[in-house]
């Protein structure tokens, strides 16, 4: 039977890839065996951890586990996790061989704060795209700000997931309490699903542009809800991180009025420290020579930028991945 085209390929081939995906698992990626100065990867079998099912990171990651397995001789594939917090952990646990994350949870394991209790045995192969915080509130709930979040139903995004880690900031730098808000920590569709039936009345989510379940989500009832502008705390939240930074959501992302000004967290791809360099400098290459066929299964790849590749704060390059840019960036 043939295919029709290059776009239903690369799905039916996410497909395959993300539904051979499990939980996680011991890594079994071995070195090359070349020289120091090869950027070459090793062979096996290689786990990505990404994020909810319906997030970015999952389609992403998908993405990236077959441009591995086409182009090296790993078997890569992608899991479905809780995104950024709980990639780290099981990242360091040895459960992972790669971690989709956002920069200030990234920034946090390297310097043992927040849900860290001390630093973490994890360097970057790249920033890639940024995530964009999406702050949505039905219009029946009256909130205008994060503000106005105090008494009411918000879902704060999984446990453990970079969402709860930003969704918690915002209510802190708002000067909000524990328990001034009924903070529920649901997975992305189980949010949209409260969103819709009303037993939600906000929601906090970190992702790339555009998510799908956001995308349903203003399908289903646009008319009902609107974005809030969370750019007044930006101040408060660059205190805490540097990595925070104003962005916008452009109104046709999800056929909104207007642009929608926002606060942006750029994403990396965490590995251990440990990882054989020539496979690190092999993986790092294979992101940006293959980036169109990342493109090709989630739009949110086309920021990825080998003019921001090591712009990283406080998170250090792996050694395999510094030698990679510095070859690409010639």
């Known amino acids: 039977m043939k295919i029709p085209g290059k776009k239903r390929f690369a799905a039916?081939?996410?497909?395959?890839?993300?539904?051979?995906?499990?939980?996680?698992?011991?890594?079994?990626?071995?070195?090359?065996?070349?020289?120091?100065?090869?950027?070459?990867?090793?062979?096996?079998?290689?786990?990505?951890a990404t994020g909810n099912s319906t997030g970015v990171y999952y389609i992403l990651g998908g993405g990236l586990a077959k441009v591995i397995s086409d182009n090296t001789k790993i078997s890569a594939t992608a899991a479905e996790t809780g995104a950024s917090v709980q990639n780290v952990q099981q990242l360091v646990a040895g459960d992972y061989d790669i971690a989709f994350s956002l920069a200030d949870t990234a920034a946090d394991a390297i310097e043992g704060k927040g849900a860290f209790d001390g630093p973490q045995d994890v360097s970057a192969l790249t920033r890639i795209y940024p995530n964009y915080t999406q702050v949505?509130?039905?219009?029946?709930?009256?909130?205008?700000?994060?503000?106005?979040?105090?008494?009411?139903?918000?879902?704060?995004?999984?446990?453990?997931?970079?969402?709860?880690?930003?969704?918690?900031?915002?209510?802190?730098?708002?000067?909000?309490?524990?328990?001034?808000?009924?903070?529920?920590?649901?997975?992305?569709?189980?949010?949209?699903?409260?969103?819709?039936?009303?037993?939600?009345?906000?929601?906090?989510?970190?992702?790339?542009?555009?998510?799908?379940?956001?995308?349903?989500?203003?399908?289903?009832?646009?008319?009902?809800?609107?974005f809030i502008d969370i750019t007044p705390l930006l101040p408060k939240l660059q205190e805490i991180n540097p990595v925070y930074q104003q962005s916008t959501i452009p109104a046709d992302t999800y056929k909104t009025p207007e642009d929608v000004p926002t606060v942006a967290v750029p994403n990396v791809l965490l590995v251990k420290n440990d990882m054989d360099e020539g496979t690190a400098c092999a993986l790092t290459k294979l992101v940006?020579?293959?980036?169109?066929?990342?493109?090709?299964?989630?739009?949110?790849?086309?920021?990825?930028?080998?003019?921001?590749?090591?712009?990283?704060?406080?998170?250090?390059?792996?050694?395999?991945s510094k030698r990679a840019l510095d070859e690409l960036q010639k």
């Open 12 to 48: 039916a081939a996410l497909v395959a890839l993300l539904a051979l995906s499990g939980c996680g698992g011991k890594r079994s990626v071995e070195s090359s065996g070349e020289s120091a100065g090869a950027c070459e990867a090793g062979e096996g079998r290689m786990t990505i």
């Open 136 to 226: 949505v509130v039905r219009k029946d709930s009256n909130i205008k700000s994060i503000e106005d979040f105090k008494g009411k139903t918000i879902s704060t995004g999984s446990p453990n997931s970079g969402t709860e880690v930003i969704a918690n900031r915002l209510i802190e730098t708002a000067g909000l309490g524990n328990g001034d808000v009924k903070k529920q920590r649901l997975d992305l569709t189980k949010t949209v699903d409260g969103m819709k039936d009303g037993s939600i009345d906000g929601l906090v989510w970190s992702g790339g542009l555009p998510t799908a379940a956001m995308t349903d989500l203003f399908t289903s009832i646009g008319d009902q809800i609107e």
């Open 288 to 320: 940006f020579d293959k980036k169109d066929d990342l493109v090709a299964v989630h739009a949110a790849a086309k920021d990825i930028d080998l003019k921001t590749a090591t712009d990283l704060g406080p998170i250090p390059l792996h050694p395999g």
